[in-house]
Nanobody
């Protein structure tokens, strides 16, 4: 059974940084694309960033490009989201997700992802 566990959320002032972690377990993730999504109160869950576990160019939502960086540590089965220059509009619950497919195609639709973590809250104060 696949499990994704996020950590690293918290409260930070605008302009600050946080690093989210997603620990994956349950199987080999070499054929997966790993993504981060976020959901603010009253809004739809939206794509943030994704990367193919086996390597490849990461992809970012325009709203976070240049501020957030997604990366993975194969040895630890962990995916990270480094968030710099945080803004109040980044406040949301952040979810890690895994898309099981061998083609390394990055999808931005949440419907393409097969497994989800429980989420971690990120709050950015102004």
């Amino acid at each position: 059974q696949v499990q994704l566990v996020e950590s690293g959320g918290g409260l930070v002032q605008a302009g600050g940084s946080l690093r989210l972690s997603c620990a994956a377990s349950g199987r080999s993730f070499s054929s997966y694309v790993m993504g981060w999504f976020r959901q603010a109160p009253g809004k739809e869950r939206e794509f943030v960033a994704a990367i193919s576990w086996g390597g490849g160019i990461p992809y970012y939502a325009d709203s976070v490009k240049g501020r957030f960086t997604i990366s993975g540590d194969n040895a630890k089965n962990t995916v990270y989201l480094q968030m710099n220059g945080l803004k109040p509009e980044d406040t949301a619950v952040y979810y890690c997700a895994a898309d099981r497919q061998p083609y390394r195609v990055i999808h931005t639709s949440r419907r393409e992802y097969d497994y989800w973590g429980q989420g971690t809250q990120v709050t950015v104060s102004s």
